[in-house]
């Protein structure tokens, strides 16, 4: 069952990927376009790479601590890239975020995905070196749910506050 979750994965990436253009409506030659072509590789990589890691027993060439290590680094690697990446993507207009907190509003949402952008190099770092005095995978659950939750619950109150009922008086 999972070989067939992974081909249907990998058949999506590809198609996102073949597809890009049409999907945000830009030329082939948009430096938004090639950015979206990237997250698809970068997805294809981690999806791939999960599945033949164990296969090919290089998680079990070091030390389970090491190994731990080295996952810590990579997931903050890959926290670092998509907080680079969200800032350059126009995700509300041209994917049709169905995020409610955000609709109608751009500039709230350049605003969250700045918040997110800053603190993804802050929540990675501290990842790291949070991991070699706790629970790597606790450290890494918690960075993880901050690194969404903020951005977040900044759309939400501006959200609230924008749509507020006027109080009677």
């Keep these: 069952m999972e070989n067939i979750g992974l081909i249907l994965l990998i058949a ?3 198609i ?3 597809n890009a253009p049409e999907i945000l409506g ?3 030659d948009n430096p938004k376009v090639k950015t979206a072509r990237r997250l698809q590789m970068l997805f294809l990589i981690v999806a791939v790479g999960r599945f033949i890691i164990p296969l090919l027993g290089i998680d079990e060439i070091f030390s389970y601590e ?3 290590k080295v996952s810590v680094i990579i ?3 890959i926290i670092m890239y998509f907080g680079n990446l969200l800032p ?3 995700i509300y207009k041209n994917i ?4 409610a907190w955000a609709i109608g509003d751009e500039k709230i949402w350049k605003k969250a995905s700045k918040i997110f952008a800053y603190l993804s190099f802050v929540i990675s770092i501290g990842m790291i070196i949070l991991s070699f005095y706790f629970d790597s995978d606790t450290v890494t659950t918690a960075c993880q749910f901050i690194w969404f939750a903020i951005p977040l ?3 939400l109150l501006h959200y609230r506050n924008k749509f507020r009922a006027p109080s009677p008086k």
Aim: charged share 20%.
């Design 26 to 28: 830009f030329s082939k």
């Design 153 to 155: 619950l900044y759309l």
């Design 66 to 68: 090491i190994n731990d």
């Design 12 to 14: 999506l990436l590809i």
């Design 96 to 99: 049709d975020t169905k995020c």
């Design 16 to 18: 996102n990927y073949v």
């Design 88 to 90: 350059k993507l126009q």
């Design 75 to 77: 997931n903050a690697i």
